[in-house]
DNA sequence: CAGAGTCATGTATGCGCTTACAGAATGCGC
DNA sequence: GCGCATTCTGTAAGCGCATACATGACTCTG
C-alpha cells in the first residue's frame, strides 16, 4: 500500500496546482477540458483516490448517514431465532440505505453488543452527519448531548424515558393502536374471551405499548383481564414462546382461548408447543403475533399478525435527516408515528388465505 | 446544529491545551485523572464528539471497512423475491459488520443500482481503510487501480475477466464442487439420467461455475448432456423459475427427471410451477436449488440444495482486510474457496427431514 | 541541596483537501 | 493595437485533530 498519493503528487504529475486538482474533483467544468484531462490522466496512473477525511474536514461534511442497531447475537441462541431477529434490523439498514443513496449519503452501521465496552455512538457519531438510533442501544443521556450538535433520530423508541420526555426526533410504529385493533377482532369477530398475553421481561417500550392496546381493547369490550401480562418471556425467542404456551396450558388445567404474543417469533414457537399437545390452532387456541416476518406466511396455519413497516421506517428515518442537515435549525422535535396493518390469516380463525389487511394508526 | 464544538472549545473551557484534550481521548492514562475530569466534564457541557474527519486526517487511518453490494431492487420484481434476493447481501453485511466489530472497525455500506450515475467506489474508497466489493457492482478496472493504495477484497466473483486474470484477493465458494456433487447425487443415488440446468441469461460467473460442475457430473456418469443449460432464465426470480419449468415440461412433451436450478429462487418458482401441473415432486420430478436460502426448509416438499456460507463469506472478508492492513504489504493475491454444503431434503427424494449434510470443497 | 529522572502539560507542525481571493491568460470590440 | 470583460489557474489560509518535542513541576538519590 505505500503511502497513498495525494493531491500534491498528482498536481505535481500533471503540472499544475493543487486547487487545479481538487477543482476537477470538485467543480469540473471550471477547469478547461485540456487541464482535466491532463489531471484525470495523471490520477488515474498514480491511482489515486482523495480522501474522504481531508475533503469532509476542509467541507466539514461527510457525505454519510449513520445507523447504531443492536446485535442479537446471544451464544445461546440457536441461529434461527437469531435470524428473525435480526431481520428486523436488516430491513431498516435495507430502507435507509435505499433512501441514503438516493439523496447522495452513504450509510455507516454500528452494533452494540449488550455492554460493549466503550461507547460505539462516538464512533459512529463523529464521522456522520447524522444518525439514526435504534431503540435501547444508547443511553438516551448520551444521545442528548450529541443531538444539540448533530441531527439525530430515534427508532422504535418511547419519548418518555421514565417521567423524563426527551428532545430527540423520533420515529415509532403504532403498536398501540394495531394490538388493540387485533385484540378488538379476536372479542368481536371470532367472540373470544379468555385472552392470554405474552410479554416480554425485559423493560421494552414497544412491548409496554401493545400491552396497553390489549388491554384497552378487553377493556372496551367488558373482557377482564389482568393488569399484566399472563407471561413475561425471558427472551423473545421461538424457544421461549414454545415455553409460554406451556406454561398457559398447564396453569388453569385449560389454555386460554387466545394466545397473544407480542411478536410472531414467540407466536411460531407457541404453535409448535400446541402442535405437541395435539391442540388445534385456532380452533383449540387462537395465536396472534407481531411484527410480520416472512416466516408468519409460511407455518402452518398462517400466522394472524400485525405488520411493521421496518423498511419504511429506515427510510423515514433518513429523509428526516435529510431534512434537518438542509434546514431550519431550531425545529423543535418531530415524532412520526408509522401506520400498522393487520394481517388476518389463519391462526386466528379467518381462514388459510390472508383475509385482509387493515391499516390501523398515525 | 450551529457549529460543533472543537477541541479548542473544550480545551478552553477546562482551561488546558488541545493537546491535552486530544490524550484525554487518545490515551486517557496519560493525563492525571483531575485534569482529564475537568476536560470530560466540559465535553459534556459542550456535547462535543472528536470528528472523526480530522482524526482520520491526522492520523491516517479511519477505522472503517467498506462494502459495495448490488441492489436488486427493480421495480418489475415483486417484493418476495426482492426479498430473497437481498437476503443474500443481508448475510455478507451481518458477517462483515460482526468481524469488522471484533476488530474495532466500523462498516461502511453503499450498494450500487445497475448503471448508477457516479462511481460509488470512489466515495468508499476514499473513506475507508479497505473494503469488499460483491462482483459485478464495480468495473475490475477500477478497482485493480484502488487496490494499489488500499486492501480490496473481491467477493464471490471470478479471478479472471475475460483472459485477463486480476490481481485481486478473491473469496468465493465451491460453486463447481458444490453442483457436481450434488448432481452426482441425483444421477447415482436416485439413478436420474435425463437432467435439465436451469441457468440464468444474465453473464454470472456463479452461475456459469454451478453449471460446469453440472456438467462435470454428467460426463463423469457418462450421462449425456447439451453443452449449455436448458433454459437460461431472464432473471433468477421465483416467477422466472416457475416459467422455465413450464418450458421445459412443455418442450419435449414430457418433463425431465430433474430440474437443476442454479439457485433456490427459481427452484421454489419451479416447486409451485409443477404442483400447478398436478406432478409430483420428487416422484415425477426432482428439483434442486442453491443457495441455501431459510425459505427451502419451509416449502413443501423441502428443497435439496446446497448451503452457502454467506455470513462466513462476510467474516472471512474483514479478516483478510485486517490482515492486509497490519502486515506485510507485498504478499501476493489471496484466493480463498470457502466450502459449500449439500443439504438432501425431500425435493431430490430423500425424505422429509433433511438428510445429510455434506461438506463440500476447500 | 544539586542533579538526574518522572510525569504532566504546552507548543508547533502537518495530515490532504476546499475555497476565497488574487493574478495570469484569453477573448472581444473598437 | 489597446482596454476591458471573461475565463482559467495559482496562492494561501484554514478545517480539527495527533503527536514529536520542549518545558515545567516534582520526586528521588547521594
Do not use: W
Not at 80 to 102: F, H, N
Not at 162 to 169: A, E, F, R, S, V
Request: proline share 6%; with cysteine.
Amino acid at each position: 500500500m505505500s503511502t497513498a498519493p495525494t493531491v500534491y503528487d498528482v498536481a505535481e504529475r500533471s503540472g499544475v496546482s493543487i486547487a487545479t486538482v481538487s477543482r476537477v474533483y470538485r467543480n469540473p467544468d471550471s477547469v478547461r477540458a485540456q487541464t482535466r484531462e491532463r489531471v484525470l490522466a495523471a490520477a488515474r496512473d498514480l491511482g489515486y483516490v482523495p480522501s474522504g477525511n481531508a475533503r469532509g474536514l476542509a467541507s466539514r461534511s461527510t457525505g454519510v448517514l449513520g445507523l447504531c442497531f443492536p446485535d442479537y447475537a446471544d451464544p445461546d441462541t440457536d441461529a434461527e431465532d437469531d435470524d428473525a431477529a435480526m431481520l428486523y434490523s436488516d430491513q431498516i439498514i435495507r430502507g435507509m440505505e435505499r433512501a441514503a443513496r438516493r439523496h447522495g449519503y452513504a450509510l455507516l452501521i454500528a452494533a452494540s453488543l449488550k455492554g460493549g465496552p466503550e461507547s460505539l455512538v462516538a464512533k459512529v457519531a463523529g464521522r456522520v452527519d447524522g444518525f439514526a438510533v435504534m431503540a435501547r442501544t444508547v443511553p438516551t443521556e448520551e444521545l442528548e448531548g450529541i443531538s444539540r450538535r448533530r441531527p439525530v433520530v430515534m427508532l422504535a423508541g418511547p419519548r418518555e424515558d421514565g417521567d423524563h420526555l426527551d428532545h430527540l426526533d423520533h420515529i415509532e410504529v403504532a403498536n398501540f393502536d394495531g394490538q388493540r385493533e387485533l385484540t378488538r377482532h379476536l372479542i368481536e369477530d371470532h367472540g373470544l374471551r379468555r385472552l392470554a398475553f405474552v410479554g416480554s421481561a425485559e423493560e421494552s417500550p414497544d412491548v409496554e405499548a401493545r400491552f396497553q392496546g390489549f388491554l384497552a381493547a378487553c377493556r372496551a369490550a367488558g373482557v377482564d383481564t389482568p393488569e399484566e401480562p399472563a407471561v413475561r418471556a425471558a427472551m423473545m425467542t421461538q424457544a421461549e414462546g414454545a415455553r409460554a404456551a406451556d406454561a398457559l396450558c398447564d396453569r388453569d388445567g385449560r389454555p386460554p382461548q387466545a394466545l397473544v404474543c407480542a411478536n410472531d417469533q414467540m407466536a411460531v414457537g407457541a404453535l409448535h408447543a400446541l402442535e405437541r399437545r395435539r391442540l388445534t390452532v385456532p380452533d383449540d387456541v387462537a395465536v396472534t403475533g407481531f411484527d410480520g416476518i416472512p416466516l408468519g406466511r409460511l407455518v402452518r396455519p398462517t400466522l394472524t399478525t400485525v405488520r411493521q413497516p421496518m423498511l419504511r421506517m429506515g427510510e423515514e428515518a433518513v429523509e428526516l435527516l435529510v431534512r434537518r442537515l438542509s434546514g431550519t435549525p431550531g425545529t423543535d422535535p418531530v415524532s412520526l408515528m408509522l401506520p400498522v396493518t393487520v394481517a388476518r390469516r389463519a391462526s386466528c380463525g379467518c381462514g388459510p388465505e390472508e383475509q385482509t389487511a387493515v391499516a390501523i394508526g398515525a
